[in-house]
């Protein structure tokens, strides 16, 4: 069990309005898991096992959970009724709730769980509703009393008697926060048939603080949901099923794993959820997965358990701090930057395979053509290529070029970075990009295993100490210090700009010296980006890529994380037939964006698709003056 911290826990709503929010996972199944029967009450265990509740939620806490839910789901007096334990809702969700406090202390949420009555509607429908309004006021004031900070009425299927809970739940608790969650089938509909816009009208005029969709068939599902319920205006709380469960030798299984249930919790904050978690099937494994998910994306939380990475890199620089390398002193490019000279790199990655010889050679073609730099990418989109470190030394050696070497979170664990990095400065790599990397579930190997030990804020600050002499455990590198010119990443058309700039400003925080920007379509675009961190004083290069179809805008567009094509830039794609005028098209469109900002920025970054380089000569032709 976590020690309580002395910092106060923000207010709930402003908690969410802030940032990101982790949620625990499934309560019931995992107390099967556990060893308890299902013919056992589940609630009854918060008086006569709270040990084992206790030691669930202290699983959750430790994995990353923000905010713990009670055991107290059917703690109304219709489900109670069934085991002969009418009488006592107040005490087990007073319990519950005393439960969830106790582990928590004042480093996460408390959420009070209440779940519907499972009544089938009948014929008198006003009287069952009715006495379910009385136990959900009588839930909720249990809750309130026994430390909860929010009510979440969760797994509903009748729109009707969720309304009446969430009435009943600002009579028996006013001053709590409440999220309202329903529960699909498989069609997309609720019990009577409705819609997901349809429902998320409805339970917005029902008045809760968050909309929700749990349970369910799995992710994929709760994220078509949640996708189609964000345009109501409320904050998005979406907690999935770990998939269908499946009967394996008498026990039942759900099958979806924790990095395929991560990939999703992406998606789904990407779709505008502010809150993700788990429903049943989910372990705290499922919930560490995404808390670090939810950490690297933006936590309105300072993280204070393991929802870390496993390993951190130690803050504070130690009296042996070497002082860094100066700027210009670092690498060719580095200097050029430092005197703020325009700069160009273009993004050269060897093809699948065991020949890296016409990427070589397209490398010397551009920089021949008075290309400054290229860059390398690290396996991007998730795909296996030929180590971009192998080919960042082929190119110095063969050709004398200093690429830009990507290093991203995915593939290595600290040593596994820490080595990496040395292996760069010994080869005499200097130029980093440092990002935290795509999820290899969206790329052509789904069973590899994702690390993320360190992000790209980690990754930035382990590669600035050891600008310093330092290694990520505070000690002295011995040898010396290292060189590096440090560049980060930064996507001007993010869904929540606001999200993306905190962000760039962890990394600027973090050492990155250069940002180098996804690629961008409109000018507009950029010079609103371009004033807000321009209080950051870090200079910028712009990326370009030049679209070769309509059916290439649409596939970026829609398929690729973190690019975003406005509507009538693909429209213009639209118009032009396929091939060479399309072709044509496509550059005209990037030279025009970038002519338009060249006097704004630093640099330009083109990432030429298909690699089709000599796009990235015709694009830049006549921009140095």
């Not at 273009?346 to 016409?358: A, I, L, M």
């Not at 690390?451 to 600035?464: E, I, N, P, R, T």
Request: glycine share 10%; proline share 7%; aromatic share 6%.
């Amino acid at each position: 069990m976590s020690e309580p911290t002395n910092a106060p826990l923000l207010p709930f709503l402003e908690a969410v309005e802030k940032g990101l929010l982790v949620s625990d996972g499934a309560m019931g199944s995992l107390l099967y898991e556990r060893g308890i029967f299902v013919t056992q009450n589940f609630e009854q265990l918060n008086v006569t096992r709270p040990d084992v509740v206790k030691k669930i939620h202290a699983d959750y806490l430790e994995a990353g959970a923000q905010i713990i839910q009670t055991n107290t789901f059917g703690a109304n007096a219709a489900r109670l009724e069934r085991h002969g334990l009418v009488g006592e809702v107040r005490r087990f969700n007073v319990a519950g709730a005393k439960i969830a406090r106790e582990v928590v202390g004042n480093e996460a949420y408390v959420g009070g769980s209440i779940g519907p009555t499972g009544h089938v509607p009948g014929p008198d429908r006003a009287h069952e509703l009715a006495l379910a309004r009385a136990t959900f006021v009588e839930q909720a004031g249990a809750l309130a009393e026994g430390g909860a900070d929010l009510l979440v009425l969760e797994t509903f299927r009748h729109l009707d008697e969720l309304g009446v809970a969430i009435q009943a739940a600002r009579e028996g608790a006013p001053k709590l926060a409440i999220a309202a969650s329903v529960t699909f089938d498989s069609e997309g509909t609720v019990a009577d048939g409705t819609g997901p816009e349809d429902v998320a009208q409805v339970l917005r005029d029902f008045g809760p603080d968050i909309i929700g969709v749990n349970c369910g068939d799995g992710p994929q599902l709760s994220l078509s949901m949640a996708e189609r319920m964000r345009r109501v205006g409320l904050p998005l709380y979406v907690q999935p099923n770990a998939g269908l469960p499946r009967n394996v030798d008498g026990r039942l299984l759900y099958m979806a794993t924790p990095e395929y249930f991560d990939v999703f919790a992406r998606r789904m904050i990407q779709a505008g959820a502010r809150i993700v978690g788990g429903c049943c099937g989910t372990t705290p494994d499922h919930i560490r997965w995404m808390s670090r998910s939810v950490r690297m994306l933006g936590s309105a939380l300072a993280p204070k358990t393991q929802s870390n990475p496993p390993y951190e890199v130690k803050g504070g620089h130690p009296a042996h701090a070497l002082e860094p390398t100066p700027l210009a002193e670092r690498s060719a490019f580095a200097k050029k930057v430092a005197e703020k000279g325009f700069v160009v790199s273009v993004e050269v990655n060897p093809d699948p395979g065991t020949s890296p010889d016409s990427a070589l050679a397209a490398a010397k073609m551009l920089v021949d053509a008075g290309v400054d730099i290229v860059n390398v990418a690290d396996g991007p989109r998730a795909t296996a290529r030929m180590s971009n470190l192998a080919f960042c030394a082929l190119l110095l050696e063969r050709h004398g070029i200093q690429p830009i070497l990507h290093v991203c979170g995915r593939d290595r664990n600290m040593l596994g970075q820490m080595a990496h990095l040395l292996g760069a400065h010994a080869l005499g790599i200097r130029n980093l990009v440092v990002i935290t990397g795509d999820p290899p579930k969206v790329g052509d190997y789904p069973e590899a295993t994702a690390v993320y030990d360190l992000d790209s804020v980690g990754l930035l600050h382990m590669a600035s100490r050891m600008n310093r002499g330092i290694d990520p455990a505070g000690k002295a590198l011995r040898g010396g210090k290292t060189e590096f010119f440090c560049a980060t990443g930064f996507e001007p058309g993010a869904q929540d700009l606001d999200k993306e700039i905190a962000r760039l400003e962890a990394k600027v925080a973090a050492g990155a010296e250069l940002v180098m920007t996804q690629p961008v379509f409109q000018q507009e675009l950029l010079d609103g980006v371009l004033k807000r961190i321009a209080h950051l004083e870090v200079p910028v290069m712009v990326g370009v890529l030049p679209l070769l179809s309509y059916k290439n805008a649409e596939f970026l567009h829609n398929e690729v994380p973190g690019m975003q094509i406005p509507e009538p830039i693909r429209e213009r794609m639209r118009k032009v037939p396929p091939g060479a005028e399309a072709r044509r098209e496509g550059i005209q469109i990037a030279r025009e964006m970038l002519f338009a900002v060249r006097d704004r920025v630093q640099g330009a970054y083109l990432m030429p698709p298909l690699g089709k380089y000599e796009l990235a000569l015709e694009v830049l032709d006549g921009l140095k003056r």
